[in-house]
């Protein structure tokens, strides 16, 4: 069955980096377009922060325009999100997504605090 494992979450400072990973099976991870969400403490919509393309189009949310990046290894299977200049704001738990299928990984918490 499909499963996407999150990782790579924590806490950092204002200004710092982290980098998610989300490693995906069950399927044939090259050929689907992959996202990240996210979700605040105390909302309860999801909403997209990057999406991939299969032809390598990207979205960002413009929040986060500049500051993430999103990128995949096909041959690991693992999608990425590259967050620099980390900010209060993008505190909550970060979600890997297969829109086809409407698969969702189990989350790993971002937090960013002094």
């Known amino acids: 069955q499909v499963q996407l494992v999150e990782s790579g979450g924590g806490l950092v400072q204002p200004g710092g980096s982290l980098l998610l990973s989300c490693t995906a099976s069950g399927f044939t991870f090259s050929r689907y377009s992959m996202a990240w969400y996210r979700q605040v403490p105390g909302n309860q919509q999801r909403v997209p922060v990057a999406?991939?393309?299969?032809?390598?189009?990207?979205y960002y949310r413009d929040s986060v325009k500049g500051r993430f990046t999103i990128s995949r290894d096909n041959a690991k299977n693992t999608l990425f999100l590259q967050m620099n200049n980390l900010k209060p704001e993008d505190t909550a738990v970060y979600y890997c997504?297969?829109?086809?299928?409407?698969?969702w990984g189990q989350g790993t918490q971002v937090t960013v605090s002094s």
């Open positions: 997504y297969r829109p086809t299928g409407d698969n």
């Open positions: 999406s991939l393309f299969t032809d390598d189009t990207t």
